[in-house]
């Protein structure tokens, strides 16, 4: 595998009033040059906390990510701004993420500037039409405002700023969550048509597990700051071993009023993420919940080829699967 990033046990605590908040603990995974990577689970999982230390905007507490080959874990401010060519983001929200006081112009021109890109005014306007091209923005909006523009053109300008300096890898953190759904079919045929030419790679980070499954070659399942599944995407919606995965596979809605799937109904309370009790973080929420699980963490283990599962009953639930089926077509 080309991997163009590597993450190691990564870490991230936040002390707050009352104890030590783990956001992400112990999140490893490879990612190779033009893939994408899901990463899915509730809000508050963590996944927006691994994507922001991923491009540097949070220091991890421990871990380590290789980027290229380079240890990048603990840069200094110079060489952060460097990365900044090769890492970008692009946000959930358009249009909190963008000055709501430049135009379209002014917007995607900004990172050019910011790193002294073009040498003359003429490149810079013209840097910027090719990009508006490129993200399927009309000339005639060079110099609209976001507030006149709807959802997808805004996350189109979002798209172009992130792709301005021509970066290697880009962190999505829900870019199509907050748009109408025919609108986030655009912007995630957009996504793939810009991965396909440029070879781009992307850590896709979202709630939706129907969206993840049309971008994603391989998902990355987090519960309260940890992975608790990862596998191939067509392995992961044919055989779910997780019981939370199983959870959200069986939430998708299926779009045949003759299909009748068994819902896994997730009750109970979401434990603290704040000083953590020993034990499975989803065994009060879990329906095959037993004594071991309220002592011992399961670890991740790979229990088929490429199929990583933290659960202590992962096997004998991989009987649940064939429940699921009809989301993975
Ligand atoms: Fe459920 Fe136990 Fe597996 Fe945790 S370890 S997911 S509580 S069965």
Redesign the pocket.
């Known amino acids: 595998m080309n991997a163009i990033l590597e993450v190691r046990n990564l870490k991230k605590n936040f002390d707050i009033p009352g104890g030590t908040l783990h956001a992400v603990d112990q999140i490893s995974f490879t990612l190779a040059k033009g893939k994408t990577l899901g990463v899915v689970g509730e809000s508050g999982c963590g996944k927006s906390t691994l994507g922001r230390i991923l491009v540097g905007l949070l220091d991890a507490t421990d871990g380590q990510i290789i980027f290229q080959g380079r240890d990048i874990t603990r840069v200094k401010k110079a060489q952060r701004k460097a990365l900044r060519r090769e890492m970008q983001m692009i946000f959930q929200d358009p249009l909190s993420s963008l000055d709501p006081r430049l135009c379209t112009m002014e917007l995607i021109a900004e990172p050019l500037e910011i790193f002294k890109v073009c040498p003359t005014r003429a490149e810079l306007e013209q840097r910027v039409r090719e990009l508006m091209d490129m993200v399927g923005i009309s000339e005639h909006m060079m110099y609209a405002y976001p507030h006149e523009l709807d959802g997808g053109r805004r996350q189109r300008i979002g798209i172009a700023r992130a792709l301005a300096l021509d970066p290697a890898f880009l962190v999505c953190d829900e870019p199509v969550s907050a748009l109408d759904v025919s609108i986030q079919a655009q912007v995630l045929n957009l996504l793939r048509e810009l991965q396909r030419a440029r070879g781009l790679t992307y850590l896709f980070i979202t709630h939706d597990l129907s969206v993840v499954k049309h971008i994603s070659d391989d998902i990355l399942v987090m519960y309260m700051g940890q992975m608790?599944e990862e596998a191939s995407s067509k392995e992961l919606f044919r055989t779910p071993m997780?019981?939370?995965t199983q959870g959200l596979l069986s939430a998708i809605p299926v779009p045949n009023i003759h299909h009748k799937r068994r819902r896994v109904i997730m009750e109970g309370e979401i434990t603290s993420p704040v000083n953590l009790k020993p034990?499975?973080?989803?065994?009060a929420r879990?329906?095959?919940?037993?004594n071991?699980?309220?002592q011992e963490q399961?670890a991740l283990l790979e229990l088929e080829p490429g199929h990583f599962v933290?659960?202590?009953?992962?096997l004998e639930?991989r009987g649940d699967a064939a429940a699921y089926e009809n989301t993975a077509q």
Do not use: E, I, T
């Open positions: 608790v997780h019981p939370y034990g499975c973080r989803f065994a879990c329906p095959h919940a037993c071991r699980c309220r399961p933290a659960c202590h009953l992962a639930l």
